[in-house]
């Protein structure tokens, strides 16, 4: 079984920085696409960053220019580097992967919350 495991995650005043990390139970090569996901108390979960298998990377609109989705092979982690947070970006945060069948897979979630 596939396991996600996030961290990174915390308080963090308006204006700082956050790196949250997704480490795969198995290679992340093995996946078609790996990213990050966000849920606000009252609010769908949205897309926030993915990369897929090939290097090809989108942001939603909203994290453009401030978040960065990266990945380290060697250690089947992924990232996403958060800076110039806001208030609004306060949610709870999952990484997910999608096997190349289209199964998905998801992390149990880690907190961020931004301070104005």
């Known amino acids: 079984q596939v396991q996600l495991v996030e961290s990174g995650g915390g308080l963090v005043q308006a204006g700082g920085s956050l790196r949250l990390s997704c480490a795969a139970s198995?290679?992340?090569?093995?996946?078609?696409?790996m990213g990050w996901y966000r849920q606000a108390p009252g609010k769908e979960r949205e897309m926030v960053a993915v990369i897929s298998s090939g290097g090809t990377i989108a942001y939603a609109d909203s994290v453009e220019g401030r978040f960065t989705i990266s990945r380290d092979n060697a250690k089947n982690t992924v990232y996403v580097q958060m800076n110039s947070l806001k208030p609004e970006d306060t949610a709870m945060y999952y990484c997910?992967?999608?096997?190349?069948?289209?199964?998905?897979?998801w992390g149990q979630g880690t907190q961020v919350t931004v301070s104005s």
């Open positions: 198995k290679s992340i090569f093995s996946f078609h696409a």
């Open positions: 997910a992967a999608a096997d190349l069948d289209g199964v998905g897979h």
